[in-house]
């Protein structure tokens, strides 16, 4: 998933997004990029290591086009 106008370089491993009816929660912040991907091919570099954010799908729901990104509050922050 692409997403505009949202920092995910504030985000942490373990924090909990909502994106439309789903909730995810961070499980890993960027990634080595090994080989030239696609992404590295159409801009020149890879954005994975800087910006890319993995995470799991905690509760499973509809997403579509123009659905906003929302942190949710945790308990220990």
């Excluded at 590295?40 to 954010?53: A, E, H, L, N």
């Amino acid at each position: 998933m692409t997403v505009k106008g949202f920092n995910t370089e504030s985000l942490s491993v373990g924090d909990k997004l909502q994106v439309g009816e789903a909730l995810l929660e961070v499980t890993q912040i960027g990634k080595k990029c090994h080989s030239k991907c696609e992404i590295y091919r159409i801009t020149g570099d890879c954005i994975m290591p800087k910006k890319g954010i993995f995470c799991a799908v905690t509760k499973g729901g509809k997403v579509k086009k123009g659905d906003k990104v929302k942190k949710l509050p945790t308990k220990d922050k």
